[in-house]
């Protein structure tokens, strides 16, 4: 049995276009218009992932809070090795990503890297 790799693919998409975006402009300024465009999608394949783009934008603070958890869950656990491969995954996968929602500043949206580090939820609880 095959998995249909596309649904992972449209995330990916989506991503790297919001992403991107981030980059260039500011999160105001970021429509979900813009992100559908970039991402050569449509709008109701967008909504079949996300309600709009402050639910984008909490998903992927959460997948950067998760993969520090695991890194620190990693780090602080029996097995070192899978701890410096967790760590290298994490700066290199998520660099960009964290760099961009660094930019983002709203009262909904505040993501700091001592948010990533300690997170709102219980340490080791979020992600498992």
């Known amino acids: 049995m095959t998995t249909d790799l596309r649904p992972k693919r449209t995330q990916k998409a989506i991503k790297e276009a ?3 975006l981030l980059h260039e ?3 105001d300024k970021i429509s979900v218009q813009d992100i559908v465009t970039r991402a ?3 709008r109701s394949t967008f909504y079949q992932y996300y309600f709009n783009k402050n ?5 992927l603070i959460a997948e950067i809070r ?11 656990g029996k097995n070192p090795q899978e701890s410096i491969k967790a760590r ?11 760099l961009a929602l660094l ?3 709203t009262p909904t949206h505040n993501f700091s890297l001592r948010d990533a580090y300690t997170g709102q939820e219980s340490i080791f609880g979020v992600c498992q």
């Open 18 to 20: 919001f992403v991107d």
């Open 25 to 27: 402009r500011d999160y």
């Open 40 to 42: 050569m999608i449509t």
């Open 55 to 59: 639910d984008l934008t909490g998903k």
């Open 66 to 76: 998760c993969g520090y958890e695991q890194f620190l869950f990693l780090r602080f």
């Open 88 to 98: 290298e995954s994490l700066t290199h996968q998520d660099r960009r990503l964290a």
């Open 103 to 105: 930019k983002i500043q």
